[in-house]
């Protein structure tokens, strides 16, 4: 088995991730391509936990703006974030992976309840755990949910699943001159207003340390790559060493 510098990971998913070239909803075949590439990464041996957005079905932002409560908005958003887990529950036990979701808000026909020690039991017994319903509270997104539970479970780094190939200084797809980044700190994100992820995720990894690497998953075999180390993707630490060798803090 190849070595991997990562024990414990946490992959998040945009709900876009889902639906493929399709303008809403779930697409079959890329739900299908995620599993494989999450089971990939499984057989390497890493204890793997997701969180997965719902932009695809729900944006709680925009319906905020067509004159729907915001909290209320941001509930239906959880309970798309449900829906994406669920879909990718089955797509990766029909590859075989024991999985588990675990949702903030209760429903237990569905999902079990969030309960942190049992998640951490679950992938300490080979188990792929989902993480649905973002925290439970409005005004959270699902990125602060990922860096919130990444935290709880002592994952070793974040992994954010994506359609470019990193972190750049403007969007790539708009801007050809847009500068990518190979590795950065946390005040650079957050300095710049670069869209890695929200203010409050980039601030919850900075506080514990946790390292966000941001790679292209619909380049297959990619997500496997970046646990087994190689440079893919842009990576956001607490400090950068300069060409000196310096230690540079954020």
């Known amino acids: 088995m190849n070595k991997t510098i990562y024990k ?13 070239e399709k303008g809403y909803g779930i697409d079959p075949f890329t739900v299908k391509y995620m599993a494989e590439e999450i089971k990939k990464a499984y057989q390497l041996g890493v204890e793997i936990a997701v969180v997965i957005g719902g932009g695809n079905i729900w944006r709680g932002s925009e319906a905020e703006a ?25 797509a990766l036990e029909k590859q075989e992976v024991d999985t588990r979701v675990q949702s903030a808000i209760e429903m237990r026909e569905l999902a079990e309840p969030y309960i942190r020690r049992k998640a951490i039991r679950h992938l300490e017994k080979g188990r792929v755990v989902i993480f649905a319903a973002g925290t439970g509270n409005p005004y959270f997104t699902t990125d602060t949910a990922a860096a919130l539970r990444a935290i709880e479970i002592g994952a070793d780094v974040i992994l954010k699943g994506t359609k470019v190939d990193g972190i750049y200084s403007s969007d790539p797809v708009k801007d050809s001159k847009a500068k990518k980044f ?59 060493k300069n060409d000196a060798g310096i230690q540079e803090e954020s």
């Open 182 to 240: 190979d590795i950065l700190t946390y005040m650079d994100v957050i300095r710049n207003s670069l869209r890695v992820m929200d203010s409050t995720a980039i601030t919850l990894c900075m506080d514990n340390n946790l390292p966000i690497v941001v790679f292209n998953i619909r380049k297959p075999d990619n997500l496997k790559k970046v646990i087994l180390g190689e440079k893919i993707g842009s990576i956001v630490l607490k400090e950068v």
């Open 66 to 90: 067509q004159g729907i409560e915001r909290a209320t908005a941001d509930y239906m958003g959880m309970l798309a974030t449900v829906i994406n887990a669920l879909a990718l529950q089955n």
């Open 8 to 20: 414990r990971v946490l992959l998040k998913l945009s709900g876009e991730a889902l639906m493929g």
